[in-house]
């Protein structure tokens, strides 16, 4: 029973590059939420999906996108990296939102110079 | 819009002390309130959790909390704390048809000294 499977756990990225974070789960999960996490701003919402195909804007969307096209995966997109996004991003899940209790990948932590 | 705010960005704390960490938060509507752990370099893990009933919430490791609707407030306490304690903790809250989506605070970073 893995969870939920962040890929990869570090990276460093040069300004104006993009890359993808990989998100999976085997719980069989509607929801699913990406974070990123600053020192002493908490955790803050960028996109979240509700299920396969149906994909929504969190607090912070901007300079992200994402696609849903599974339920198991919910990979995160970064376009033209700033250092802005230097960050620790979390993806979570839960079954239902009723629940509301997430289960949270280990993290990426990325830097962008 | 709702928020939430963590009073105290770091406690620290002798071992085998009672500890309470403070959490309050602002929405015009019923909520439904959290507590998540952090151990260094891992992700969050949940604590507990108050959806309605009991207004005494107990969660794993012998935290509690209480929801305090006139107060506006969701304490998170243990009564003797262990070194292994030592951790990141996050209030967060959401309320109805949210979808789900959690507003964390900024956290309290709990240390425990021997």
């Known amino acids: 029973n893995a969870g939920v499977t962040q890929t990869p756990k570090f990276r460093i990225l040069k300004i104006g590059q993009s890359m993808t974070l990989q998100c999976a789960q085997d719980?069989?999960?509607?929801?699913m939420y990406w974070y990123r996490q600053d020192p002493g701003m908490g955790l803050k919402l960028i996109y979240y999906s509700v299920g396969a195909g149906i994909t929504d804007k969190g607090e912070v969307p901007n300079g992200y996108n994402v696609s849903r096209s599974t339920t198991e995966d919910f990979p995160l997109r970064l376009e033209l990296a700033a250092p802005s996004q230097t960050s620790v991003y979390f993806c979570?899940?839960?079954?239902?939102?009723?629940?509301?209790?997430?289960?949270f990948g280990s993290g990426t932590r990325l830097t962008v110079v | 819009a709702q928020s939430v705010t963590q009073l105290d960005s770091q406690v620290p704390v002798f071992e085998e002390a009672p500890v309470e960490l403070r959490c309050n938060y602002s929405s015009s509507v019923s909520v439904y309130l959290f507590w998540y752990v952090q151990y260094p370099n891992q992700g969050l893990q949940l604590l507990l959790k108050y959806l309605s009933g009991s207004t005494l919430v107990k969660g794993i490791n012998g935290f509690e909390a209480e929801f305090n609707k006139s107060q506006t407030s969701f304490h998170l306490r243990k009564p003797s704390v262990h070194i292994s304690d030592t951790a990141e903790y996050f209030c967060?809250?959401?309320?109805?048809?949210?979808?789900?989506?959690?507003?964390f605070g900024q956290g309290t970073e709990l240390s425990v000294k021997p």
């Open positions: 719980m069989n999960h509607n929801y």
């Open positions: 967060a809250v959401t309320r109805l048809n949210q979808g789900g989506k959690l507003i």
């Open positions: 979570a899940s839960s079954y239902r939102h009723t629940d509301y209790g997430y289960t």
